[in-house]
């Protein structure tokens, strides 16, 4: 059995959140065939300190503490270069130097996030970089997006844009293959670059059917919102649903109210409770018992790139799914038959007053959806490219030796 070394800008437990649960799961699948060993940056005392897991996924896991001050002090000092705040973010002279020794002694290396792709870049051996989402077109998204061009992070967005491109368009070329979740990022950075997008592949992400059972309430009013809110993005579609959605719906349904289910900083969580009709239930071990009962699933993203998890799960939990177009990007359910797309914000109300007037049409909805998450989004399925890619890759690479 051949070893494996992942690398991963964030401690992937507890497996909470998209980014995590993505990685998660591709080690979980890579386990099966190799031996993993994950090196891993923490930014606190609490999560060096966290007990391992005992799920056999890894064999061994190193962490190494990078303090949120010395972060910031990084991306200062980048500001007068052409390096990604975001990589810059995540630099770390122990963590790299770590990365170098162990690499010695693996057969292959996988990095999450260009954040610590960069680590690896020019070590020899095989590599291969899971990108996720192309993150420059997430930053141009919200650059072009008038209703956020006067927030601070937009700002530094706008300024980060061009040379967060520059660096995802020429990473690629380090790595023997790289990852993305949706063909529309893999056009946004290659379409016209045929030998950089030859060394790119598409593997959407999945759901774990197990942990998400299907559970339509017939009864359910309540509206059903999901995301980690210490992004910009998720954030933002919060806020959209909590001050110009929902409002429409009350007017209407006055006992529907919006449940907020994922991390959220106190001062936010204390002004949408404030607000008419939301319930902030935060941070939860069991997204699907916080979910329970609710009526409709809604994602009203406007800001953002790639597969949005919070989309699957509403499908695989039984949840009639209402989102934006933006929402909907690498996914093949279509409007009307396994979910609702609406872009604005009538549009999205009369979506979800339609869906909770008519529980009949939305039960049907429900079993379309759990049935498409399960035909085209096992997680065992939609890895598994990547899984023989990287195995592939690496025996070639041993037989050449």
């Given at each position: ?15 909470v ?22 090196l891993s ?18 064999t ?15 991306c ?8 990604p ?6 630099r ?13 002694s693996?057969?292959?290396a996988?990095?999450h ?12 051996g095989?590599?291969?970089l899971?990108?996720?989402d192309?993150i ?6 919200i650059?072009?997006t008038?209703?956020a ?16 491109r ?6 690629v070329?380090h ?11 893999r ?16 593997c ?9 059972p ?11 919102f ?25 007017a209407r349904?006055?006992?529907t ?14 002004r949408?409770?404030a ?6 239930t935060?941070?939860v ?27 699957l ?8 799914t ?7 990007e ?15 914000a009538?549009g ?6 339609d ?12 079993v379309?959806a ?9 997680w ?5 490219p ?11 690479r041993a037989?050449?030796?």
């Amino acid at each position: 059995m051949k070893s494996l070394l992942i690398l991963t800008p964030r401690y992937p437990y507890p497996v909470v959140g998209g980014d995590r649960l993505r990685i998660y799961q591709l080690c979980k699948s890579l386990s099966a065939h190799h031996r993993l060993t994950l090196l891993s940056l923490c930014d606190s005392p609490a999560e060096m300190a966290m007990p391992l897991p005992d799920d056999e996924v890894f064999t061994s896991i190193e962490r190494v503490y990078l303090p949120r001050w010395r972060s910031w002090l990084n991306c200062l000092a980048a500001l007068p270069s052409e390096l990604p705040l975001q990589v810059a973010y995540y630099r770390h002279r122990a963590f790299s130097e770590r990365a170098a020794v162990l690499m010695a002694s693996h057969d292959g290396a996988l990095a999450h996030l260009i954040r610590v792709g960069d680590a690896i870049k020019d070590l020899p051996g095989p590599k291969f970089l899971e990108m996720t989402d192309a993150i420059s077109l997430n930053y141009e998204r919200i650059r072009e997006t008038r209703h956020a061009r006067n927030d601070l992070r937009s700002r530094i967005f706008a300024l980060e844009s061009r040379r967060l491109r520059r660096y995802e368009e020429a990473i690629v070329d380090h790595f023997d293959q790289s990852f993305l979740v949706s063909d529309i990022d893999r056009r946004f950075l290659f379409e016209n670059q045929p030998k950089r997008l030859a060394r790119v592949s598409v593997c959407s992400n999945g759901v774990d059917l197990h942990a998400l059972p299907y559970a339509f309430a017939p009864s359910g009013r309540d509206v059903v919102f999901i995301g980690n809110m210490h992004s910009l993005q998720n954030l933002d579609a919060a806020s959209f649903m909590a001050t110009e959605v929902l409002p429409l719906v009350r007017a209407r349904s006055p006992a529907t109210r919006l449940r907020l289910i994922g991390r959220i900083h106190p001062d936010q969580a204390s002004r949408f409770a404030a607000m008419d009709g939301v319930d902030v239930t935060g941070e939860v071990p069991n997204v699907a018992a916080a979910a329970h009962g609710g009526g409709v699933g809604i994602c009203p993203l406007r800001l953002g790139a790639g597969v949005q998890n919070k989309v699957l799960e509403y499908m695989a939990l039984g949840l009639p799914t209402v989102s934006t177009a933006l929402g909907l990007e690498g996914f093949q359910a279509r409007d009307g038959r396994e979910l609702r797309v609406a872009d604005d914000a009538a549009g999205l109300a009369q979506a979800v007053l339609d869906l909770l007037g008519n529980r009949t049409a939305a039960q049907s909805m429900a079993v379309a959806a759990r049935a498409y998450v399960e035909s085209h989004h096992s997680w065992e399925a939609r890895l598994a490219p990547l899984v023989k890619c990287i195995d592939q890759t690496i025996g070639s690479r041993a037989a050449r030796t």
